[in-house]
Nanobody, 127 residues
Framework: QVQLVESGGGLVQAGGSLRLSCAAS????????MGWFRQAPGKEREFVVA????????YYADSVKGRFTISRDNAKNTVYLQMNSLKPEDTAVYYC????????????????????WGQGTQVTVSS
């Protein structure tokens, strides 16, 4: 069992930055690829970015490429999402999730493959 707790959300003006954190407890954090997803009101949950177990590989949705950066610290059991140049369309609840599968950039976007999810943190970007 893995417990995930997100933090760092809030209200920010367009063009601003936020850093989200996701702290994990339970089974070995470093055995999971980690992903960030987001869900805006009235929309389906969508893939944002993922990072491999070691942190050496990452994969970004086109909508955030060049603006968001994912990283992880396995010693601290934490994954981070640095979000820069935020836009109003980035407004959503952001969730971190743990994926036990072999790294595969196609399957990373498949929500059903993630075993554990956090409760989410709200990010609101005002125009």
């Amino acid at each position: 069992q893995v417990q995930l707790v997100e933090s760092g959300g809030g209200l920010v003006q367009a063009g601003g930055s936020l850093r989200l954190s996701c702290a994990a407890s339970g089974r070995t954090f470093s055995t999971y690829n980690m992903g960030w997803f987001r869900q805006a009101p009235g929309k389906e949950r969508e893939f944002v970015v993922a990072i491999s177990r070691s942190g050496r590989s990452t994969y970004y949705a086109d909508s955030v490429k060049g603006r968001f950066t994912i990283s992880r610290d396995n010693a601290k059991n934490t994954v981070y999402l640095q979000m820069n140049s935020l836009k109003p369309e980035d407004t959503a609840v952001y969730y971190c999730a743990a994926d036990p599968r072999v790294w595969n950039t196609v399957r990373l976007m498949d929500i059903s493959g993630y075993d554990y999810w956090g409760q989410g943190t709200q990010v609101t970007v005002s125009s």
